[in-house]
């Protein structure tokens, strides 16, 4: 006799199919091989107290507070763990009990359904102002052109432009000299119809700036404010383009003045209920959430958001991580900008791995490469 101790992540359906496992008992067994784990904030002690016996009765487990069990408070937090199977089983069951747990049971069947990206897309990043944090980024005319090409090449689908640098403190700049900076690429992108090549983002909360290069053949908006101007709502709605939604505390002369949050899981969750919302009170079809990473956080706000990715695909949008060579890798490891591409790999894998299916980075082809092992490390 042999034992093998299996990794938790391995790819389960694959390994019951070689085991030999009919087709049923796979869908049986694999929902009994992914666990959950949930923390429920503010529940109603009575509720509590069902859910526990209810998760204990099919082989859950709920933890609790001392205390919970005679009401010493009227709500209390506590964390649901429980496998796939046990998860659809809750949901169901609490549909016909008290204390908010009609609600829960709603969210539990929601959690259950999520299912995460299996391919992910590399954004590309092209900047066509001079202060961008991460000079290698920057690019004018003919040259820019020659680099969106090669990173098409290297495997990007989406090639992100911007001409105002959002990194902390940075100046504003006025609609005309943002529009001036990226014109020229997206009249040869026009021209060349690199369009037909690859999807093309306009980093730019200005309604001109949109404008143009969604008139031109772009049809992402990736906004900073996360769609707090009504008139990029109006034209994302015109142009039928995707709106990228990022979460950003303050401005970016504000943003990391002492940044914080009562919950940043549960505060930038509700922001984006809120501005999804929005989007789809202005008819845009098409959402992708991006928590913003460096964007008013704290180290321990970024690490916590890419951790828990998963949280937010309960809002069954595309999740955008941009990590890219950012000051949050200097603070783990000091290095300079120039040095930061191992730990720019590390934190986009974990945000894969947690759920994120778009990558904006400055370094395509490294990206790409990761991206290919690490699906080959899924398949096994």
Do not use: W
Not at 126 to 155: C, L, P, W, Y
Not at 218 to 246: E, H, P, R, S
Not at 249 to 258: F, H, L
């Amino acid at each position: 006799m042999q034992i093998e101790k299996l990794s938790n992540s391995v790819n389960t359906k694959k390994l019951l199919k070689d085991l030999g496992v009919d087709g049923g008992g796979v869908s049986i067994l694999d929902s009994k091989m992914q666990h959950h784990i949930i923390y429920i904030r503010e529940l109603h002690v009575g509720g509590a107290n069902i859910l526990k016996q209810d998760a204990l009765s099919i082989g859950a487990d709920l933890a609790v507070p001392r205390g919970t069990v005679i009401a010493l408070t009227s709500y209390v937090d506590c964390i649901l763990i429980a496998t796939q199977k046990q998860l659809e089983t809750l949901s169901r069951k609490e549909l016909a009990q008290p204390f908010g747990l009609k609600v829960l049971a709603q969210e539990l069947k929601q959690i259950s359904k999520i299912k995460k990206p299996r391919h992910v897309e590399i954004m590309g990043v092209v900047n066509a102002n001079d202060d961008s944090f991460f000079s290698a980024s920057r690019f004018q005319g003919s040259e820019a052109i020659k680099v969106i090409e090669r990173m098409i090449t290297d495997g990007a689908s989406i090639i992100d432009i911007g001409g105002v640098s959002s990194r902390p403190n940075s100046l504003k700049v006025s609609a005309s000299d943002e529009l001036s900076r990226v014109k020229p690429i997206i009249d040869t992108i026009a021209k060349e119809k690199l369009y037909e090549k690859a999807k093309f983002s306009i980093d730019s909360y200005s309604p001109e700036v949109i404008a143009y290069a969604l008139k031109n053949g772009f049809n992402i908006v990736n906004d900073i404010t996360g769609l707090q101007n009504d008139a990029v709502c109006k034209l994302c709605a015109q142009y039928d383009a995707t709106a990228v939604i990022m979460h950003m505390q303050g401005t970016p002369q504000t943003m990391q003045a002492n940044p914080e949050y009562e919950n940043v899981l549960s505060d930038v969750y509700s922001f984006f209920q809120e501005r999804i919302a929005k989007a789809d009170s202005f008819g845009i079809k098409d959402v992708i959430l991006d928590v913003g990473i460096g964007f008013g956080k704290t180290l321990e706000h970024n690490l916590l958001l890419m951790k828990h990715l998963e949280n937010f695909l309960r809002l069954n949008k595309p999740i955008l991580v941009g990590a890219s060579r950012k000051s949050m890798i200097d603070k783990i490891y000091p290095a300079s900008v120039e040095e930061r591409l191992a730990g720019t790999l590390t934190l986009h894998l974990e945000s894969v791995k947690n759920g994120a299916t778009i990558l904006r980075v400055h370094d395509v082809k490294e990206h790409v490469q990761a991206m290919k092992i690490k699906e080959a490390f899924d398949a096994v």
